[in-house]
Each structure stands twice: as structure tokens, then as C-alpha cells.
């Protein structure tokens, strides 16, 4: 079955979704704990409801990070994976690095998603079908095939907790950034070289971004080598590395080291 159709509910849910972020100014939303270092706000709430209700039609699954699970979803082939803001932390703070997140899986295969960053005004959007666009000009990642010089996004939390120390003066650039989505969007769209994360992430958290760097020829593998499957029992992937085909063996060895 084509994913047109998906594609383009992805895009006007997106644009719905946006016109919502924009309500709020991010560094003056009051936000609550979910527990001691997770915020959220009314804003991941409200885009919550939303997004559900544009996205979910009869027979699709729905998994999200501010929705509780439903192991129906486990018995759906189509799943919406689905974070509303990724990057809460940022958003609170005025960092424009958070992002709307949204992904469909098919047969546990993220296959078409979209991100919005709407303090930036970046849209990217595309499937295995179509490749990817960032603002509807057609895009794809860097053709880095070393390390050297190489843009790598880290987890800003990460980054602040010390733990990309062993990492410095490899050769590449380590640039602290929110949103694990907005990362992957960016090594999607050619705006930096790779990412790792060094701490597991939720299924939520990585779904659209794997769809988009896997639509363009890049390459997702978790860290313990195998492929991300989606709409798992446990939603949790221990961790993952992305980047352009060319890059990727250099990647998976920085990490190892």
C-alpha cells in the first residue's frame, strides 16, 4: 500500500500541531515533573489529544509518550509512535532545540515520519517510499566518510552529566543539541554528520527520526548492533547510532573505543 496518503496526514497533523506549539512561548511555560528530571507542560498534553486525533483511523495502534500505553497496539501492523513535544526540557528553557515527533510503523519497521521544530520554522517530513524534504526542497545526509571534521550531535543532557568527556579530541566536533528527533531530522536533512546516544531512548523518541534517515539511504543501528524494531512490548531501544552510509563503520568504532 502506498504511504502518500500517511505521508500527507503527517504533514497537515504537523501543521495543526505547529499553529498549537505557537501558542506558547517557550522559556515562560510553566511545566510539572513527571518524575525529578522530566518536565511536562500543558503544551505536550494538548498536543497529545491533538495528534491522536488527526492521525488514528480504524485499525492503526497508537503509542506516546503522554498517553498510557495499550497493549492492543501490540496485536495493530500500523502503528502511530508518537512523541507530541520531544525536547521538554528545552522548550521550558527557551532552547529552540525541541521538536514535534511523529511516526508510523509498519509491521515493526518505521517507515514514513515528519518532524516540526517550530521555534526554528523546520518541517521535515518523508517515507521509504518518497525520501525526504526539509521545508519541501528534497534533502539527504552528508557524504562525510571520515571523522575528522565531522559535525557529531550529542545529547545536551549528556553533554552536561560529563559523559561525552572520553569523546573529546577525536577529531570531530561535538555539538550539544535537545530533541533526539530534531537530532536525527538534522542527520536526515544533511545539517550535521552523525549522533549517538550514550543512555537508552523510547520507542517515542527515535521513531520519525529513523523513518527519516532510513528514507534518505542513512543508516540506524542500535548499539548493540542490530536494527531498531518498533511497537515492542518494552518500547525501549538501549541506545542507537545514526549517520550516512559512508560514516557509519567510523561511527560505530568512536563509540566502541
Known amino acids: 500500500m502506498s504511504l502518500a496518503s500517511d505521508l500527507k496526514r503527517i504533514e497537515d497533523a504537523l501543521m495543526e500541531a505547529q499553529e498549537v506549539a505557537l501558542r506558547y512561548t517557550p522559556g515562560r511555560v510553566e511545566s510539572s515533573f513527571k518524575s525529578i528530571d522530566d518536565p511536562v507542560t500543558r503544551a505536550d498534553t494538548e498536543l497529545d489529544a491533538?495528534?491522536?486525533?488527526?492521525?488514528?483511523?480504524p485499525g492503526d495502534g497508537w503509542l506516546s509518550e503522554e498517553t498510557a500505553d495499550d497493549p492492543a497496539r501490540l496485536?495493530?501492523?500500523?502503528?502511530?509512535?508518537?512523541?507530541?513535544?520531544?525536547?521538554?526540557?528545552?522548550?521550558?528553557?527557551?532552547?529552540?532545540?525541541?521538536?514535534?515527533?511523529?511516526g508510523l510503523a509498519v509491521d515493526g519497521k518505521a517507515v514514513?515520519?515528519?518532524?516540526?521544530?517550530?521555534?526554528?520554522?523546520?518541517?521535515?517530513?518523508?517515507?521509504?517510499?518518497?525520501?525526504?524534504?526539509?521545508?519541501?526542497?528534497?534533502?539527504?545526509p552528508t557524504q562525510a566518510s571520515s571523522l575528522n571534521g565531522a559535525k557529531?550531535?550529542?545529547?545536551?543532557?549528556?553533554?552536561k552529566r560529563g559523559q561525552w568527556k572520553r569523546f573529546e579530541g577525536r577529531g570531530f566536533t561535538i555539538v550539544p543539541t535537545g530533541s533526539v528527533?530534531?537530532?536525527?531530522?538534522?542527520?536526515?536533512?544533511?545539517?550535521?554528520?552523525?549522533?549517538?546516544?550514550?543512555?537508552?531512548?523510547?520507542?517515542?523518541?527515535?521513531?520519525?527520526g529513523v523513518a527519516l534517515v532510513q528514507a534518505t539511504g542513512g543508516i540506524v543501528t542500535i548499539t548493540d548492533g542490530s536494527a531498531p524494531l518498533f511497537n515492542q512490548p518494552k518500547p525501549l531501544i538501549p541506545g542507537l547510532i545514526a549517520s550516512?552510509?559512508?560514516?557509519?563503520?567510523?561511527l560505530i568504532a568512536a563509540t566502541r573505543q
Open 50 to 57: 491533538l495528534l491522536k486525533r488527526l492521525l488514528v483511523r
Open 75 to 102: 496485536a495493530c501492523r500500523r502503528v502511530w509512535i508518537v512523541d507530541p513535544l520531544d525536547g521538554t526540557r528545552e522548550f521550558v528553557e527557551g532552547i529552540p532545540e525541541w521538536c514535534i515527533s511523529v
Open 112 to 140: 514514513a515520519g515528519g518532524i516540526c521544530n517550530p521555534a526554528t520554522g523546520q518541517v521535515i517530513l518523508g517515507s521509504i517510499e518518497s525520501g525526504i524534504t526539509l521545508n519541501g526542497k528534497q534533502v539527504r
Open 152 to 159: 557529531i550531535l550529542a545529547s545536551r543532557s549528556e553533554v
Open 181 to 208: 528527533a530534531y537530532k536525527l531530522g538534522c542527520i536526515a536533512a544533511g545539517l550535521a554528520d552523525g549522533t549517538f546516544t550514550l543512555v537508552p531512548k523510547h520507542e517515542w523518541d527515535i521513531a520519525a
Open 244 to 250: 550516512g552510509t559512508d560514516l557509519i563503520d567510523s
